[in-house]
C-alpha cells in the first residue's frame, strides 16, 4: 500500500472493524500470533539477510535483539492472553454499595503503527503483536530507511493476515503525512522526539490516542561501590549495542573520580573487544555527525581517547574525557558510539543536572551501596532505571516500558503493551444499590443518611 491507494484499503480496515465492532475471538487472535511467530521463523536467514544488507547488522546481534524480543512478545501474548482478556473486578464503595463492577478490555479500533529504522524489525513486529493481542484492525508503516528490511516485513505480514486485518504501507515521509491525515483510533510511534511531537499533533484532530516510544539522554552514573569489571563490559556493550543507535543507548557518563583510573582503563578494553563486531550506521549522514560532535567537543577544551577498530564506514568508539554541558555531545541525543565522561565528587549536582535537562528514557545505575541507588531513583525522574545492568531491561516480558515527557507517552511490552491498544471499559450492574434511599424527596431519613454517609467517608 502506498499514498496513492492507502485510503481505499483504509475503508476496508474500517468495514471490517464495522462488521466486528469487539474484535476478534480470542481463538482468532491466538491463531493470527501463531501464523506471525511461523512466518517469522520459516524467514530467519531472510531476516539476517535483509538487515545485514541496510545497515550492517551482524547475524548474532540481529538473533538477539531483533528476533529473540519479537518471539518472547509473541510467547507472553500467546499464553497471557486469556487474563488480559478478563479483564478485573472492582470494590463497588460506599456509595455504589449493592453493585457489580468489571473493567473489561475491548480494542481501541483502526490503529497504525510506525516502525522506526534503528530496530527496524524487533520495533515493527512488537507493538503489531500488542496490537493483534488487543484485537485491533492495523496499518503497518515500516521505515523506508531500511527497503530491504520494510519490503520482508511487507512479505510476513500479507502472508499471515488479510490485508483488511492488517497491511502495510510502503514509502517515505509523503506517506507518513498521508497516513497521519486519516482518522485512527490509536497511532504507536517509535522514533525520535521532534519526529512524536509532530505525530501527537497530528493525532489532535483526530481526537486519537497515542503511543509515543522515543528517546533522550540517558545518563549512566558510576558509583564507588560499583564492581569496576563487571560494569565496564555491561557499559561497553550497552554502548556498542546496534552501532549505539538505541533509545535507551547510555548516552553520557558520570564517573565517581575516587575509581575513574581504573574504570575507564577497564571500559577501554572492553569497547576494543567488542568493537570489531559493531553495527554500521544507519544513513549516510550518522558519521559526519558524529564527527561534528567530536569537532565540537575537542573545541570546548574535551579529550578526545578514541578505542578499538570497528568495521570500516563505523565510527571509532571514542570516550569524551572532561565534557563539559556546553558541548554539543551534552545537549544532544548522541544516538552513537561516543561516550562523553563527567567525573564527579558529591552526587548532588549530579542528580540536580539530570534533572535540570529533559526527562531520560533510562537512568543507568552501577554501585552497590543500596542507599545511594535508593537515592538516585528517588531523586531523579525518568522513564525506568535499570541497576548494573544496560539495555536488557527493554526486553523484559512483563514490564512495562515508556518514557516520560520528552522521552515518551504511555507503555509497550507485555499487558502494558496489551492495554496501549485497549480501551478498558468500566461495566457496572446495579443488583441491590442503596442510592435510592437518597432520592428526593428530602425527608428527615435522607438528610440522617447523607450526614451519615458523609461522616463514614470524611
Not at 55 to 75: A, I, M, N, S
Not at 76 to 92: C, D, I, K, V, Y
Not at 346 to 365: C, R, S
Request: hydrophobic share 45%.
Amino acid at each position: 500500500m502506498d499514498s496513492e491507494h492507502h485510503a481505499p484499503t483504509i475503508a476496508a480496515l474500517r468495514a471490517a472493524l464495522a462488521l466486528q465492532p469487539a474484535g476478534l475471538t480470542r481463538s482468532d487472535r491466538l491463531a493470527a500470533l501463531e501464523r506471525l511467530r511461523r512466518e517469522i521463523r520459516a524467514r530467519e536467514a531472510a531476516v539476517k539477510s535483509a538487515l545485514l544488507a541496510d545497515f550492517g547488522k551482524g547475524p548474532v546481534e540481529v538473533q538477539l535483539t531483533e528476533l529473540l524480543p519479537v518471539y518472547q512478545e509473541l510467547r507472553s501474548a500467546r499464553r497471557r492472553l486469556g487474563r488480559w482478556m478478563r479483564g478485573r473486578r472492582l470494590g463497588a464503595g460506599l456509595t455504589m454499595a449493592g453493585t457489580f463492577t468489571r473493567v473489561i478490555p475491548e480494542p481501541k479500533g483502526l490503529c497504525l503503527i510506525f516502525g522506526p529504522s534503528n530496530y527496524p524489525f524487533m520495533l515493527t513486529l512488537g507493538p503489531l503483536v500488542s496490537a493483534i493481542a488487543a484485537g485491533n484492525r492495523v496499518v503497518v508503516k515500516p521505515s523506508e530507511l531500511m527497503p530491504r528490511t520494510a519490503a520482508l516485513l511487507a512479505e510476513i505480514i500479507a502472508a499471515t493476515f488479510p490485508e483488511d486485518h492488517v497491511a502495510v504501507a510502503q514509502g517515505g515521509p509523503e506517506v507518513a503525512e498521508a497516513l497521519l491525515a486519516q482518522p485512527f483510533d490509536h497511532i504507536f510511534f517509535t522514533g525520535s522526539t521532534a519526529v512524536g511531537r509532530k505525530v501527537m499533533a497530528a493525532a489532535a484532530p483526530h481526537l486519537a490516542s497515542v503511543t509515543l516510544e522515543l528517546g533522550g539522554k540517558s545518563p549512566v552514573i558510576v558509583g564507588p561501590g560499583a564492581d569496576i569489571a563487571r560494569a565496564a563490559r555491561m557499559l561497553a556493550w550497552g554502548k556498542l549495542s546496534n552501532g549505539g543507535q538505541a533509545c535507551v543507548s547510555p548516552d553520557h557518563l558520570y564517573l565517581h573520580r575516587s575509581i575513574a583510573q581504573p574504570f575507564l582503563a577497564a571500559l577501554e578494553g572492553e569497547l576494543a573487544r567488542m568493537a570489531p563486531d559493531m553495527t554500521g550506521p544507519i544513513t549516510p549522514r550518522h558519521g559526519p555527525r558524529m564527527q561534528a560532535l567530536l569537532d565540537d567537543a575537542a573545541a570546548k577544551g574535551a579529550t578526545l581517547r578514541p578505542v578499538g577498530q570497528p568495521p570500516a564506514g563505523c565510527t571509532v568508539p571514542t570516550l569524551i574525557l572532561n565534557a563539559t554541558p556546553e558541548m554539543a555531545a551534552m545537549r544532544e541525543e548522541i544516538f552513537g558510539p561516543l561516550l562523553p565522561v563527567i567525573e564527579y565528587d558529591d552526587l548532588g549536582p549530579v542528580l540536580a543536572a539530570i534533572n535540570a535537562g529533559e526527562k531520560p528514557l533510562t537512568l543507568y545505575v552501577f554501585d552497590s551501596d543500596a542507599a545511594r541507588i535508593e537515592r538516585i531513583r528517588a531523586e531523579t525522574r525518568s522513564g525506568s532505571v535499570a541497576v548494573n545492568l544496560t539495555m536488557a531491561h527493554f526486553a523484559h516480558p512483563t514490564m512495562p516500558f515508556g518514557g516520560i515527557g520528552a522521552s515518551g507517552q504511555g507503555a509497550a511490552h507485555g499487558e502494558a503493551g496489551f492495554l496501549a491498544f485497549s480501551h478498558e471499559k468500566p461495566v457496572v450492574v446495579n443488583r441491590f444499590s442503596v442510592l435510592p434511599l437518597l432520592f428526593p424527596p428530602v425527608t428527615g431519613r435522607v438528610r440522617r443518611l447523607v450526614s451519615l454517609l458523609l461522616a463514614l467517608l470524611r
